[in-house]
């Protein structure tokens, strides 16, 4: 049943004139960044580093923001490489399919095995970037993570003085209005939805199906566990990204 469904979702993404992509953990996962709460989630093996992501907590407690520059220091994403389904999206878009990857992820990794920036919408925002919570001057991590490996524990903004943090979305700041219509463009805008590493139970990430499925799009649901959505997806295929989703694309050309 699966080899069929595989055939099947494989016709779709060929005969698509557009294809939005929703991508999670999961993806990343396969290049060895941990989720937050898998089995080997950095929630599930420390349940007190959920304070980090926190907004109240990181801008009340000093001890927390000087954590957090720490596991920014070691964070997986400067050592991670792109896997062969990022690689198979580079590959959608060069075939002229790709509408846009809509992403929840922080690491960067679709930029690095060569999806066009601009097509790429970071829903939660990027790890690589650190932003002012005060002023909002945006300043590249590596100069950050220099200043704290000379011994500032918690590098205060340079222009300002205010609390810095990675450019991240955290839980109890809002979503960048922009970004989030940019993403629900994309989800109103296609043949073909393909969700693909996403538990599609974080909002409004997750609402984005359905947007799509009102336009009438096809939704897709690659996830190793099952979703929400699973019921509403065209089809839903169990199989590891990286290994599926290069033979459900093809080669571009």
């Not at 396969?30 to 420390?46: N, V």
């Not at 801008?59 to 964070?75: G, N, T, Y």
Request: with cysteine.
């Amino acid at each position: 049943m699966e080899e069929a469904t595989t055939r099947a979702v494989g016709r779709w993404l060929a005969s698509a004139d557009t294809v939005t992509v929703l991508t999670g953990a999961g993806i990343s996962t396969e290049s060895g960044i941990p989720d937050f709460r898998g089995p080997q989630g950095l929630w599930t093996k420390d349940p007190a580093a959920q304070a980090m992501f926190t907004i109240d907590n990181y801008l009340a407690d000093p001890e927390v923001r000087r954590r957090a520059w720490q596991e920014r220091l070691h964070h997986p994403a400067w050592s991670a490489e792109p896997n062969a389904g990022h690689h198979a999206l580079v590959d959608l878009e060069r075939s002229g399919r790709l509408r846009a990857i809509v992403t929840q992820n922080i690491d960067g990794l679709h930029q690095a095995a060569g999806s066009s920036p601009e097509n790429v919408i970071e829903i939660h925002g990027t790890v690589h970037w650190v932003a002012c919570l005060s002023c909002g001057l945006r300043t590249p991590m590596p100069e950050v993570l220099e200043r704290v490996r000379a011994g500032d524990e918690d590098p205060a903004c340079r222009e300002c003085g205010g609390i810095q943090k990675s450019a991240t979305i955290s839980f109890g700041q809002m979503l960048d209005p922009e970004v989030l219509a940019a993403a629900t463009e994309a989800s109103r805008d296609c043949d073909v939805f393909l969700a693909l590493g996403t538990s599609l139970s974080v909002y409004p990430a997750a609402g984005l199906c359905d947007y799509a499925l009102a336009a009438g799009a096809r939704l897709i649901v690659i996830n190793a566990q099952p979703t929400p959505y699973d019921g509403r997806a065209d089809a839903v295929l169990r199989e590891p990204i990286s290994e599926l989703l290069p033979q459900l694309v093809g080669p571009a050309g």
